[in-house]
C-alpha cells in the first residue's frame, strides 16, 4: 500500500470515527462485527505531521469508495441495550465490552439455571436458596426447606449445619444424628461421642457420657439414669436384685437358689447337699447310706455299725452258728452258740467248729486232743478221748500211754484186751493173728478139742476115751 493510500485512511478514520456498529464502507455491523477481526493499530507505521506534505485539497484526487478496503472497527458493549438481538448474549460484560448470554455477579439466566463464571455461560442447575425452595433446582430434589449446593448446583437437603435442626448435623448434605459443642442437643439429651443421647435411659451413656452399663451375664437397660439388669443369660439369674454384680446366680448348681431363685437345697442328715442341673440332690457322707430312699431323712443307715446294712444297703450280717454284730461295715460273730466256735476266726462262716466233737477244737476252738500211741484222738462231749488203730487196744487202763497192747499177738490180750490165752489147766500158750494157741497143759491135763478157748479141757488121768493123752 502505498504511504498516499495509508494517509487517506487514516485521515478518514480520524474524521470519521469509531462509532458503535459503524464501519468505513458499509452500514451497521449487526452480528458481522463479531466476526469481524479487529485491526492492530501497531500495524499503522507512525507518521509524523511535520514529514506529510501539505494536501491541496485540489491536488488530492477523487477516492473511490471501492479503492479503499473496508476495515471493521471491534465491537464493545457498554450497557445491555448494546447487546440486545446480539448471537453473543443479551448480557454487557462491560469489564470486556462482550455480549454474553450471563454474568454471574448479575445472574439472568432462566430459572433452573445458573451462570457459569467465567465461560458466562448458563448452566443446568441451582443458583440459590430461593431456587431450590421455589422447586426451581434441577436435580429433582428441590422443595420447601432445600438449599442450593453452590459446589454441585445440586438442590440438597443441606449446605451447612445450621441448615439443620437441633440434634443432627450436616453431612454429605443431608442431616444426620449428631452434635457438637457448638451444636447443642434438644431439651433432655446430652452431647455424648458426637451423639445426642438421653442419659435417662441410653445404656452407653446411663446418668453421664460415657458411662457404659455393663453387668456381668446380663442384659441391661438404663432406667432412670442407673445402670439396671433387664434379663439375664441363662442359667443365671438376679437373685440378689443388686444390679452392681448382674446376674450373679448359676440356678444350675447354686444351693441357694437351685432351679429358680430362692429354691434352696435343704440339709441332709448325714449327707452334703448339692444341686445339679437345677434339681437338688444330695451325697451321703463315708459310712451312711440312704437305705430307705426317703430323702427327707437323708441318709438315715450307719453302714459302719448296721447289722442289716453292714458295709452297703441290704448287706445283712447272717452267720452260722452265731450271732452276728457290724463293725467298720464288715460282719463279724458277737457270739457263738453253745457247743460251736468261730476257730478259724473267718466270720464269714460263723462258728463253723463243733467243739463238742472237734479233736482240734475240743470244748473250746484250740483245744487239742493229744495224739496217743497206737490211736487216733478222738472229741466226745467236749472230752478228748483216744480210738485205737486196728489190731491195738488200750488195755492197761493208762489213756497216757495210749493203745500199748497189739492184740494181734498179745497171749495176755488176744485180739481183745482182757482176752487172755491161758485158759483152763494152761501152762503156756500164744498169740498169732489174734487167735490163741495152747502150747503146755497142765500135767495130767490135755487140749485134745484144739479149742485155745477152752484150754487144756480134758484130765487125761481120768477120761477113758483119752486115758493118758
Known amino acids: 500500500m502505498t504511504l498516499r493510500r495509508w494517509t487517506v485512511g487514516l485521515v478518514c478514520a480520524w474524521s470519521l470515527g469509531c ?43 477523487a477516492i473511490d469508495a471501492v479503492d479503499v478496503p473496508a476495515v471493521d472497527v471491534p465491537f464493545r458493549c457498554a450497557d445491555n441495550a448494546a447487546c440486545a438481538g446480539n448471537a453473543g448474549g443479551a448480557v454487557c460484560e462491560v469489564a470486556t465490552g462482550r455480549c454474553v448470554q450471563c454474568v454471574a455477579g448479575a445472574d439472568t439466566c432462566p430459572a433452573g439455571s445458573y451462570c457459569v463464571a467465567g465461560s458466562n455461560v448458563c448452566a443446568r442447575g ?85 458411662n457404659r452399663c455393663n453387668l456381668p451375664r446380663a442384659t441391661v437397660a438404663c432406667m432412670n439414669g442407673v445402670c439396671a439388669v433387664a434379663g439375664c443369660a441363662a442359667p443365671y439369674d438376679n437373685c440378689d436384685a443388686d444390679a452392681a454384680n448382674g446376674c450373679e446366680a448359676n440356678t444350675q448348681s447354686d444351693l441357694a437358689h437351685c432351679g429358680a431363685c430362692g ?21 451321703c457322707a463315708a459310712g451312711f447310706e440312704n437305705c430307705n430312699a426317703d ?25 452260722a452258728n452265731a450271732t452276728a454284730t457290724c463293725a467298720a461295715g464288715s460282719c463279724a460273730v458277737a457270739a457263738c452258740a453253745a457247743g460251736f466256735g468261730d476257730c478259724d476266726g473267718n466270720a464269714a462262716n460263723g462258728c463253723e467248729t463243733d467243739t463238742r466233737t472237734s479233736a482240734s477244737h475240743c470244748g473250746a476252738c484250740a483245744a487239742a486232743c493229744p495224739t496217743r500211741a497206737n490211736a487216733v484222738p478222738a472229741c466226745t462231749a467236749s472230752a478228748c478221748s483216744s480210738v485205737c488203730i ?12 495210749g493203745c500199748e497192747t497189739n492184740l494181734a499177738n498179745s497171749a495176755a490180750h488176744c485180739g481183745a484186751c482182757g482176752r487172755s490165752c491161758l485158759g483152763a489147766n494152761v501152762t503156756a500158750a500164744s498169740c498169732a493173728a489174734s487167735a ?15 479149742n485155745a478157748a477152752n484150754g487144756c479141757e480134758l484130765d487125761a488121768r481120768a477120761d477113758r476115751a483119752n486115758c493118758g493123752a
Do not use: K, W
Not at 190 to 198: E, I, K, L, P, R
Not at 390 to 401: M, P, R, T, W
Open 19 to 61: 462509532s458503535d456498529g459503524a464501519t468505513v464502507v458499509g452500514g451497521d455491523a449487526g452480528d458481522d462485527a463479531v466476526d469481524a477481526p479487529p485491526i492492530d493499530v501497531v500495524d499503522v507505521p507512525a507518521i509524523d505531521a511535520v514529514d506529510v506534505p501539505a494536501i491541496d485539497a485540489v491536488d488530492v484526487p
Open 126 to 210: 441451582c443458583r440459590n436458596d430461593e431456587g431450590c425452595a421455589a422447586g426451581l433446582g434441577s436435580d429433582g430434589g428441590a422443595g420447601p426447606g432445600r438449599r442450593c449446593d453452590l459446589t454441585t448446583r445440586a438442590c440438597v437437603e443441606c449446605v451447612t449445619d445450621e441448615h439443620c435442626p437441633a440434634g443432627t448435623l450436616c453431612v454429605g448434605n443431608a442431616c444426620v444424628v449428631g452434635c457438637t459443642a457448638a451444636r447443642a442437643c434438644p431439651a433432655g439429651q446430652s452431647c455424648c461421642s458426637g451423639a445426642c443421647v438421653d442419659p435417662l435411659a441410653n445404656t452407653s451413656h446411663c446418668g453421664a457420657c460415657d
Open 263 to 283: 429354691a434352696a437345697c435343704p440339709a441332709r442328715a448325714n449327707a452334703t447337699s448339692a444341686c445339679t442341673a437345677g434339681a437338688c440332690g444330695f451325697t
Open 295 to 319: 430323702p427327707s431323712d437323708g441318709c438315715e443307715v450307719d453302714t459302719r455299725t448296721s447289722a442289716a446294712n453292714c458295709g452297703r444297703c441290704g448287706g445283712v450280717c447272717a452267720l
Open 390 to 401: 486196728a489190731g491195738y487196744g488200750e488195755c492197761d487202763g493208762d489213756a497216757a500211754d
Open 436 to 450: 490163741c494157741a495152747v502150747t503146755a497143759c497142765t500135767v495130767g491135763f490135755a487140749n485134745c478139742d484144739g
